[in-house]
């Protein structure tokens, strides 16, 4: 890409009991193959999620060496419970709680994060985003998103890119998952993940219209080793051209 071109700007939507600034941290080495292409903007949930609360991350699939490589390079895992300041977008019960298989008709502060971000998203003073990224419950909530720009015929983002997503356990959601997504898409997860498993973010995948895929045999984390750089890469340089030509 050439240095002049301008930055894509994409949003990024953290994991269940972590923060934008664990996000961050957490995706250091994804961030390092980003910076030619893009301005990451992450972005805190609204919700405190409760001490002692672990839910969906009660432990977490912590990446291994691929390659020959240093095991930092390799991904970053959602939050262990260390951060201070854990927070959640919804919770799947009454008692502030979240977990991915808690089938209900429970999303306890759902709303309330979506208009937080739908706010960001239409502030005018920055100018808009490109893309889109989540992580876990962040990238269920990505996938909401998608489908209400599309149900209200907005121009939020022209991108997603979901690691470890699912779909909603809420049935208060199930509407949105009743029609394919036609927004440009790329799915990442993990063979070995055990929090969400690979079935799932299929399952959320075969909602999408011709998704991109990087399927790898690690765990619950962000992949960021060399044999994954270039799907990311090519990824953004179609979404580059993408955008010229909307």
Not at 155 to 178: E, V
Not at 187 to 204: K, T, W
């Amino acid at each position: 890409m050439a240095e002049s071109k301008k930055l894509l700007k994409i949003l990024c939507i953290h994991g269940y009991r972590q923060n934008a600034k664990s996000f961050s941290e957490k995706t250091g080495s994804f961030r390092k193959i980003m910076k030619k292409y893009a301005d990451l903007v992450y972005i805190t949930a609204p919700h405190r999620v409760p001490p002692g609360n672990l839910g969906s991350a009660a432990w977490t699939s912590k990446p291994s060496s691929e390659n020959g490589e240093a095991s930092e390079n390799t991904g970053d895992v959602e939050s262990s419970g260390k951060s201070l300041d854990e927070r959640g977008w919804w919770f799947t019960r009454e008692d502030d709680y979240f977990k991915s298989t808690d089938f209900s008709n429970i999303s306890k502060g759902f709303d309330t994060s979506v208009e937080m971000i739908i706010k960001i998203l239409e502030d005018k003073n920055s100018q808009g985003f490109d893309g889109i990224i989540g992580f876990s419950q962040g990238a269920c909530l990505v996938s909401i998103l998608c489908m209400m720009q599309q149900m209200e015929n907005k121009n939020w983002f022209k991108f997603a890119i979901l690691f470890s997503g699912f779909k909603s356990p809420s049935s208060n959601h199930d509407k949105y998952y009743n029609q394919k997504i036609t927004l440009p898409s790329l799915h990442v997860y993990g063979d070995s993940d055990q929090i969400i498993v690979h079935e799932r973010s299929e399952e959320l995948m075969s909602v999408f219209d011709n998704p991109k895929t990087l399927r790898h045999p690690g765990g619950h984390f962000v992949p960021a080793s060399a044999p994954h750089k270039k799907v990311y890469t090519d990824f953004l340089e179609e979404m580059i051209q993408y955008g010229t030509s909307t």
